[in-house]
């Protein structure tokens, strides 16, 4: 007889994201994607040029579990320039698959059992499920989708014996939200006060629109001493799919990190990190990625002004945030695929990004597309019957 294997699930709630799902309605309607974010461009070519080297030179079996030194030291060189904090290459540095791993890491190591961690919400969609894959608990600190500033008040008045760690994500998913410097100050008080663990989410770190600055947890002393940042190289070169990131750490977090890293992927994909490494050197191949953006955001908004949205700028990362209560009644769920399917326009509902149902009004859109392909979005849009 044939066992049966009954599974019990360890995440009952969770279904297929709601990236994969909207980006196969769009694909079903050919729609065009502003729903999942990616570029629709591709990396430079001498950033592929050097890949190939590398492939071509036989940097084709297992790296170091920690990663390839040459791009550790690359990371620190580059994270010492930006923040004046120095991350030991050896010691301090490890290179993930993605931020995601970085992220499902950090949490592994530092949830037990019955802990909590403070999450802002909307929140990127993985930092939940690895919480709960860890026994422990989130508490949400819930904020509207065009929310201006954080009230610190809300956040200690969620923090509880059991609290742990708290993750943050500056510039924001889904919101395009940035941090300022008091808000990094209001944490590392708060994270000095109740012994906590920060993640830090950086991934959007050099998409950063008029003027303003990153304030990376790094740059903070009191801060970057508790806290894993996670960063990746998948929005800085165009490179989603490459799926390289890394985890910054003091020595003895990083002792934690890598224990888990080693036995989820052990090493990440050699010639990659060789070419990288290289890339880095010049960094003219990342700091005109803002301007490049915000051209792009702001050509976007100027083409959906007469739709009818209310919005505010995004300040960073490459996602827009329009909310339609002037609209319709309609739910985000419901729009966001009634402007797939009719539109041919596909957004994310940023409901997606809450634990509790909400009713936001809000979507959505990714402008790391080509210019033509953001007007005819936007022209498609402003045909939509309301
Ligand atoms: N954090 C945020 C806020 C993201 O938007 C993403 C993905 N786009 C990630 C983490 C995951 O990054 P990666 O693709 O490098 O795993
Ligand atoms: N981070 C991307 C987004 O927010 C999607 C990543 C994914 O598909 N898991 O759209």
């Known amino acids: 007889m044939l066992a049966k294997a009954a599974i019990r699930s360890k995440l009952p709630r969770v279904g297929t994201t709601i990236f994969t799902k909207m980006s196969k309605l769009a694909e079903e309607h050919k729609a065009i994607n502003l729903a999942q974010g990616f570029p629709e461009f591709d990396c430079e070519p001498a950033l592929q ?52 791993e970085a992220l499902y890491v950090a949490i592994t190591a530092v949830v037990h059992p019955g802990d909590e961690v403070i999450v802002f919400e909307p929140a990127y969609d993985s930092y939940v499920p690895a919480i709960e894959l860890n026994g422990g608990t989130p508490v949400f600190v819930t904020l509207h989708p065009q929310y201006e500033s954080i009230d610190w008040d809300v956040v200690r008045s969620k923090i509880s014996p059991k609290t742990k760690a708290i993750i943050i994500n500056t510039p924001h998913n889904p919101t395009g939200n940035v941090w300022k410097l008091t808000d990094l100050q209001q944490l590392a008080a708060l994270a000095e006060k109740h012994d906590l663990t920060v993640i830090s989410d950086e991934v959007y770190e050099h998409i950063i629109f008029d003027g303003r600055e990153h304030i990376s947890a790094a740059s903070i002393p009191a801060l970057a001493k508790r806290t ?67 051209q792009k955001r702001d050509l976007f908004i100027n083409a959906i002004k007469d739709v009818g949205f209310t919005l505010r700028p995004s300040e960073g990362s490459f996602f827009q945030n329009v909310t339609y209560e002037n609209l319709t009644d309609e739910n985000d769920r419901q729009l966001a695929e009634r402007l797939t399917i009719e539109a041919g326009v596909a957004s994310i509902p940023v409901s997606a990004f809450y634990d509790q149902v909400t009713n936001y009004q809000t979507l959505r859109f990714c402008f790391a597309k080509n210019d033509e392909t953001l007007l005819r979005a936007a022209e498609l849009l402003g045909k939509v019957t309301w």
Request: charged content about 20%.
């Open 49 to 100: 040029r050097l890949v190939t080297k590398y492939l071509s030179q036989g940097k084709n079996q297992y790296a170091p579990m920690a990663g390839v030194m040459k791009l550790r030291e690359a990371i620190s060189k580059k994270v010492f320039t930006a923040t004046n904090k120095e991350y030991h290459p050896e010691t301090e540095i490890t290179i993930t698959s993605g931020a995601t």
């Open 228 to 294: 894993f940042l996670c960063g990746s190289f998948g929005k800085t070169f165009h490179t989603t799919g490459w799926k390289i990131g890394y985890c910054l750490a003091p020595k003895e977090m990083s002792v934690e990190f890598r224990k888990i890293h080693q036995f989820l992927v052990f090493s990440v994909v050699t010639p990659i990190q060789f070419a990288l490494a290289d890339y880095l050197e010049d960094p003219t191949h990342y700091l005109g990625l803002s301007a490049f953006y915000q």
